[in-house]
């Protein structure tokens, strides 16, 4: 069983940055792909990036494309979400999670089985 734990969150203005951390322990990450995902009050859990096992397939949606960068670091078991330009619409919960994908990743968070508690970003001048 795998354990997530986010963090990195907070308030923003819009335009800054924000990094976002995503730490698991029982298990090893690089058996996994990992997918940042996001719910705002009101609306649904949304997909934001996935990365695959070994990084090699990364996708976005396209309304963070060109702004977030996904990344992931298997020897120390952590993933990473750089939130650059942020804005009032980025303001979510977002939440990491793992799932068994041979290649590739996917943004359909009904893929996806271990999750972490979730980490607040609030974008807001």
């Known amino acids: 069983q795998v354990q997530l734990v986010e963090s990195g969150g907070g308030l923003v203005q819009p335009g800054g940055s924000l990094r976002l951390s995503c730490a698991a322990s029982?298990?090893?990450?690089?058996?996994?792909?990992i997918g940042w995902f996001r719910q705002a009050p009101g609306k649904e859990r949304e997909g934001a990036s996935c990365?695959?096992?070994?990084?090699?397939?990364?996708n976005y949606a396209d309304s963070v494309k060109g702004r977030f960068t996904i990344s992931r670091d298997n020897a120390k078991n952590m993933v990473y979400l750089q939130m650059n330009s942020l804005k009032p619409e980025d303001t979510a919960v977002y939440y990491c999670?793992?799932?068994?994908?041979?290649?590739?990743?996917?943004?359909?968070?009904?893929?996806?089985?271990?999750w972490g508690q979730g980490t607040q970003v609030t974008v807001s001048s």
């Open positions: 029982g298990d090893y990450l690089d058996s996994y792909s």
């Open positions: 999670a793992t799932a068994r994908i041979p290649y590739g990743c996917a943004l359909d968070w009904g893929r996806y089985g271990y």
């Open positions: 990365i695959s096992k070994s990084a090699a397939s990364i």
